[in-house]
């Protein structure tokens, strides 16, 4: 019942849609590069630079090593973790040998250096028993804590700069004015959605109020095509929105988000008399 009704509702919907992004509608669109949409590309730049991906691959080590070792206490078939811990220890031979020839200052290298040698003689402990604790796994984990973090500000300070150069970069293409009315689409993963880089970094750069706003992170989409299409949505959206209900943010809650609040508060008694 009403099926052709939905139907016909649905495609006048999605064509005016296919309208809301307007052709000059400036858009930084951020996946592993940085891209400027007016209308067209405009260019498109990297800004994850060496040092940046060595900092995080000797970073990933102690999480590699906290989940193989986790894997030894928890599996009944041991052999296949224990071959784990095998092949990372042969790869931090490999590291240490390339430490010299990586983008490191030397209070990098020196630090690198360091999460190398606890990694190899926590699993060289390890093998030696073919057997593993918690306290030993926590003992390693907190140990290279510091260091882990280290890396991460150092990681971000690059990746900051070279962000920032890009985005300079591509805003010599913009008009006047029109840096101040863009948009930035940042995709990822939901995992580091909390405090993102990129997202952080769109919310100074353009300023108060600007979160959610003009500043959009598109959770598990990292196509294109897909951000832009779910981009378009919300600014249909919003115009849809703001006419009906005077709040242009409405629609970005379930239409019937307050209604089941209510009934969910009087169904399991939370409304009172």
Same mark, same amino acid.
């Given at each position: 019942?009403?099926?052709?009704?939905?139907?016909?509702?649905?495609?006048?919907?999605?064509?005016?849609?296919?309208?809301?992004?307007?052709?000059?509608?400036?858009?930084?669109?951020?996946?592993?590069?940085?891209?400027?949409?007016?209308?067209?590309?405009?260019?498109?730049?990297?800004?994850?630079?060496?040092?940046?991906?060595?900092?995080?691959?000797?970073?990933?080590?102690?999480?590699?090593?906290?989940?193989?070792?986790?894997?030894?206490?928890?599996?009944?078939?041991?052999?296949?973790?224990?071959?784990?811990?095998?092949?990372?220890?042969?790869?931090?031979?490999?590291? =240490? +040998?390339? /430490?010299?020839?990586?983008?490191?200052?030397?209070?990098? !290298? %020196?630090?690198? @250096?360091?999460?190398?040698?606890?990694?190899?003689?926590?699993?060289?402990?390890?093998?030696?028993?073919?057997?593993?604790?918690?306290?030993?796994?926590?003992?390693?984990?907190?140990?290279?804590?510091?260091?882990?973090?280290?890396?991460?500000?150092?990681?971000?300070?690059?990746?900051?700069?070279?962000?920032?150069?890009?985005?300079?970069?591509?805003?010599?293409?913009?008009?006047?004015?029109?840096?101040?009315?863009?948009?930035?689409?940042?995709?990822?993963?939901?995992?580091?959605?909390?405090?993102?880089?990129?997202?952080?970094?769109?919310?100074?750069?353009?300023?108060?109020?600007?979160?959610?706003?003009?500043?959009?992170?598109?959770?598990?989409?990292?196509?294109? =095509? +897909?951000? /832009?299409?779910?981009?378009?949505?919300?600014?249909?959206? !919003? %115009?849809?929105? @703001?006419?009906?209900?005077?709040?242009?943010?409405?629609?970005?809650?379930?239409?019937?988000?307050?209604?089941?609040?209510?009934?969910?508060?009087?169904?399991?008694?939370?409304?009172?008399?």
């Amino acid at each position: 019942m009403f099926n052709d009704l939905n139907a016909a509702a649905r495609e006048s919907y999605g064509a005016a849609r296919a309208l809301a992004l307007k052709s000059d509608q400036p858009v930084f669109l951020v996946t592993h590069t940085v891209t400027l949409i007016r209308g067209e590309d405009l260019g498109s730049l990297p800004y994850s630079p060496p040092l940046y991906h060595e900092l995080k691959s000797i970073s990933h080590l102690p999480l590699g090593v906290h989940s193989a070792s986790i894997g030894l206490l928890e599996s009944p078939t041991k052999q296949p973790w224990i071959e784990r811990l095998r092949t990372l220890v042969k790869n931090v031979d490999i590291a =240490e +040998a390339d /430490l010299a020839k990586a983008s490191f200052t030397e209070a990098q !290298r %020196v630090r690198q @250096q360091k999460i190398l040698s606890l990694s190899r003689a926590y699993i060289d402990n390890v093998l030696s028993r073919e057997n593993v604790d918690m306290a030993s796994i926590t003992r390693y984990s907190r140990a290279l804590a510091p260091l882990l973090l280290a890396n991460a500000a150092d990681a971000a300070n690059v990746q900051i700069e070279a962000l920032d150069q890009a985005v300079r970069e591509l805003s010599k293409k913009l008009k006047p004015g029109e840096f101040e009315k863009a948009l930035a689409v940042i995709t990822g993963p939901k995992t580091p959605r909390e405090g993102n880089l990129q997202f952080q970094y769109f919310v100074y750069a353009f300023g108060p109020g600007s979160a959610g706003s003009r500043v959009l992170y598109m959770e598990s989409i990292f196509d294109r =095509e +897909a951000a /832009l299409g779910v981009l378009r949505t919300v600014l249909n959206d !919003r %115009v849809a929105s @703001q006419a009906f209900f005077g709040d242009t943010y409405r629609l970005e809650r379930d239409l019937m988000a307050d209604g089941a609040t209510v009934e969910l508060m009087r169904r399991f008694g939370h409304l009172g008399q």
